[in-house]
C-alpha cells in the first residue's frame, strides 16, 4: 500500500510578498555605475586630447572639448537612471552606494575640474589676477573639493534638514548635486561652441562663476530632486507632450536649451533662498505691525 504524502504543495509565493531579486538584477545598476565612469574618463582623455590641439594652434572651435563636455553631459543621464533602476529592481546595496559615489568624484568632480581648467583659462593670456594661471590651479581644485565634500555629507547623512526647508511632502537635496553643477560647466563650454577662452577678463568671470558653483554644493539650501517622478505610473497627458518637446529641443537646438536648463537649476535653489528670506523678513515685519496695533488698541 504506498505511503500517503502529506506534504503541503507549494502554493507560491504569498499575496503581496516582495519578491527577491535575481543575482543577475545586481548587475544592470551597476552596468549603469561602470558607464558613468567610462564617460569621466573619456572627458579627461578629451579634454588632454583638445588641449593638445589649441597648443598647437587650433584656438577655434575644439571637437575634442566638445566631446568631453557631452560625456559629462550623458554621464548625468546615466547617473539619474542607476538609482531608479536600483529601486525599480529591489537591488539597493552598499556596494552599489559606494561605486556611485567614487564615480561621481571621477566623472562629476575630476573630469569637469579639468576641463574648467583647460577651456576656460589655460589659453587666456596671464593678467590681472590670473598671474601663471594659478588662480585657475585654485579654484578647479576648489570646485573638485568641494564636490567630494558634498557626496561625502550626503552619504553620511540620513535625513538632511536644508537651511530653508520646504513641505513636508516633498524630497529636496541639501546643496547643489555634484552632477547639477558639473552639468553647468559642461553647457557653458558646450554652449560657446567649445571654442577656448582667450582673454583674462572672460576667464576671470569663468573663475568666479566655478567659485559659486562651489559654494552651492556644500550650502545647505535647497534644491528640487524630482524623485516623486515616475514614469512607470500613468502620467498627466501634458507631462508627456513637455517631456516629448523638451527632447526635441535638445536634439534640435541643443546649445540654448542646455544651458538654459542649467542656469535653471542652479538658479532655483538660489531663488528659493532668496525667496524664503523674503517670506520671513515680511513675516517678521507683519508681527511687529500687528503687535504695535494691539499696543496702540491697549494704549487708547
Known sequence: MPGLNLAIPDSGPEPGARKTPRRAAFVLPTLFTAGNIFLGFLAILKTFDGALAAIAGNLGSNADFAVAAKSIGLAVLLDGLDGRIARMTNTVSDFGREMDSLADVITFGIAPAVLAYAWGVQFSPPGGFLHDHRAGYFMAFVFLLCGAARLARFNVQTNPKPKNPGRPNRKYFVGLPIPAAAAAVAAVVYACDCVPLQWWVFSAGWLALLGGLS??????????????????????????????????????????????????????????????LIRRRMMRASGRRESEAAAEQHLG
Do not use: C, D, H
Not at 534644491?223 to 535638445?250: A, M, R, T
Open 215 to 276: 559654494f552651492l554644493m556644500v550650502s545647505t539650501w535647497r534644491y528640487p530632486s524630482f524623485k516623486e517622478l515616475n514614469l512607470l505610473k500613468p502620467q498627466s497627458p501634458l507631462i508627456l507632450i513637455l517631456l516629448g518637446s523638451l527632447v526635441y529641443l535638445i536634439w534640435n537646438f541643443g546649445q540654448p536649451v542646455l544651458l538654459v536648463m542649467a542656469a535653471a537649476y542652479v538658479g532655483s535653489g538660489i531663488t528659493l533662498r532668496a525667496g524664503g
